[in-house]
T-cell receptor
């Protein structure tokens, strides 16, 4: 069964305390892994797409990496405005379906 | 401004009363999709559409209908809503892409539906 698992479910950091979020997947034929940010009461906002193992993308304090079994979202020196729920999703080979993980709620305290 | 719009944003209804949630995008995207988001379950795909007149089931299609008569619109229809369809619903769109190129999806602001 195709699965996407995010860990931890929730994470509290102090401002400036770097950390990483994990998204592991067991899918047949990955055709793209996506990271989204979701603020309370809003729709998910696209952050990154990764297509192949070894690929990396960066945006401000965020860096996403991909291996054959998992992806990491590294947050360097986070600020309170980085507080949000971060979602990971994979698009399956041979299908146009998008499968999401359950999300990871990040809280950054000042 | 490029966007996905949904209406209504909030809806409270009763069991069995047919309703439609509209979704429209102004980006000329071929691909559109509906999701529901529930605590502890995350986002789950209901239906998606690759283009006009082409729709397919996602992971949780039971109790829902969709249609794609125009490229920009993708309404979600609940013929006989039940309390277990109380949820937060999102519409999304993207370019279709070919082969391994699967572009990111852009999400609407969400519709919070309560069925009593």
């Amino acid at each position: 069964e195709d699965q996407v698992t995010q860990s931890p479910e929730a994470l509290r950091l102090q401002e400036g305390e770097s950390s990483s979020l994990n998204c592991s997947y067991t899918v047949s034929g990955l055709r793209g892994l996506f990271w989204y940010r979701q603020d309370p009461g809003k729709g998910p906002e696209f952050l990154f797409t990764l297509y192949s193992a070894g690929e990396e993308k960066e945006k401000e304090r965020l860096k996403a990496t991909l291996t054959k079994k998992e992806s990491f979202l590294h947050i360097t020196a986070p600020k309170p405005e980085d507080s949000a729920t971060y979602l990971c999703a994979v698009r399956l080979g041979g299908s146009e379906k998008l499968v999401f993980g359950k999300g990871m709620k990040l809280t950054v305290n000042p | 401004e490029a966007q996905v719009t949904q209406n209504p944003r909030y809806l409270i209804t009763v069991t069995g009363k047919k309703l439609t949630v509209t979704c429209s995008q102004n980006m000329n995207h071929e691909y559109m999709s509906w999701y529901r988001q529930d605590p502890g379950l995350g986002l789950r795909q209901i239906y998606y559409s690759m283009n006009v007149e082409v729709t397919d089931k996602g992971d949780v299609p039971e109790g829902y209908k969709v249609s794609r008569k125009e490229k920009r619109n993708f309404p979600l229809i609940l013929e006989s809503p039940s309390p277990n369809q109380t949820s937060l619903y999102f519409c999304a769109s993207s370019l279709s892409g070919g082969g391994n190129f699967k572009p990111e999806q852009y999400f609407g602001p969400g519709t919070r539906l309560t069925v009593t």
